[in-house]
């Protein structure tokens, strides 16, 4: 599986919730709003997070982060999709797990959205990548 190489990733995965205060100290300020929404990604239950309760818990509207992201030059379904990529990566590391329990566990409706997202990620489908981990 291809790994990320996204600081703010690391950042955030590397980061307690409760903890803003590195973000808010940092030299530049960019990305700010886009490490905050990575952090909360990261910890949170992904099948419940919301665009709604995400700018909730950073005490701003759904708009105000929509644009807040768009100025870090993202948008939230982004950051979702590699936070999804992340969690994904790090489960496999520690476990086999069927398709259906991942794609619950990182907050897809649908299993066949997990599998093409995996697809997607790695370039491989998801039983092709288990058959070649046997």
Known sequence: MQH???AALTRAANTNTNT?????QRRDGQYRTTDRVLQIL????????RVESVASQ???SPTT???RLRMDHTHYQFLLDRARQYRCEQALRTARLPGKCLADELGYL???SFYRAFRRWTGVGFS???AQRL
């Open 20 to 24: 803003t205060s590195n973000h808010a």
């Open 4 to 6: 990320l190489h996204s």
């Open 110 to 112: 649908e299993v066949n």
């Open 65 to 67: 982060l929509r644009r």
């Open 58 to 60: 950073l005490g701003m």
């Open 128 to 130: 092709d990548w288990k």
């Open 42 to 49: 990261l910890q949170g239950d992904l099948y419940r997070l």
